[in-house]
Structure formats: structure tokens, C-alpha cells
Nanobody
Framework: QVQLVESGGGLVQAGGSLRLSCAAS????????MGWFRQAPGKEREFVAA????????AYADSVKGRFTISRDNAKNTVYLQMDSLKPEDTAIYYC??????????????????????WGQGTQVTVSS
């Protein structure tokens, strides 16, 4: 079983930056893909970004493309989400998750939350206007 712990959330003004971390422990696999999702009050959980830990390939939701950057440090079993130019609509609880897949394929499976089998507890990000 994999345990995921997110950190780095907080309160920031619009235009500011935050960096989220997701530390994995337990039965981790360096070849697995990992993703970030978010859920705002009253809304469904939505895909934010994903990364293949083996290849480093990345994918982003259109709403964050050009502002957010996902990266990984396999030696530390940690995935990061650098969030720049934050907007009030980015306010949400952010979750990281790991999937029993290696590659980010053209099928865009990584958009679907049910493709992921382990989730963290989430970290709150609040962006004030």
C-alpha cells in the first residue's frame, strides 16, 4: 500500500505562487504515474496535472497550462506542483494520487480520477482577490 502526504498549501494573493509537495512512502514504484487533482466547494474533483515518473512526460489541464508545473524527484519519492500566477478560481483542496500505469498515453486516461488507486488527504489552497 502507498501512503501519500501533501504539503505546501496556504493562503496567497492573486498573482502569487505556491509549491505543493506530495511525498510517497510504503510500497512505491518509481515507474508509476502520479497526478494532481483539485476540488472546489460544490464542484466535482477535476484533473490538474500528471507526470510519468519514469519518463518525466507531463500533462496539464487547459485551465492551468502555462501557470503550473509538475515535476518529480524519484530519489525522494516526491512529486511537486509549482503554481504561479494564481487566480481566485484556483482555490480548492489539492490532492495527489498515484496510478498503476507508467506512461501518459494519447488516451488521456490520466484525466480520470478512477484510474488512480492511492490518494493523499489533500491540502487547502486559497487565493484571495
Amino acid at each position: 500500500q502507498v501512503q501519500l502526504v501533501e504539503s505546501g498549501g496556504g493562503l496567497v494573493q492573486a498573482g502569487g505562487s505556491l509549491r505543493l509537495s506530495c511525498a510517497a512512502s510504503g510500497r512505491t514504484f518509481s515507474s508509476s504515474a502520479m497526478g494532481w487533482f483539485r476540488q472546489a466547494p460544490g464542484k466535482e474533483r477535476e484533473f490538474v496535472a500528471a507526470i510519468s515518473r519514469r519518463t518525466g512526460n507531463t500533462a496539464y489541464a487547459d485551465s492551468v497550462k502555462g501557470r503550473f508545473t509538475i515535476s518529480r524527484d524519484n530519489a525522494k519519492n516526491t512529486v511537486y506542483l509549482q503554481m504561479d500566477s494564481l487566480k481566485p478560481e484556483d482555490t480548492a483542496i489539492y490532492y495527489c494520487a498515484t496510478a498503476p500505469r507508467t506512461y501518459l498515453s494519447s488516451s488521456r486516461w490520466y484525466y480520470r480520477s478512477d484510474e488512480y488507486d492511492s490518494w493523499g488527504q489533500g491540502t487547502q489552497v486559497t487565493v484571495s482577490s
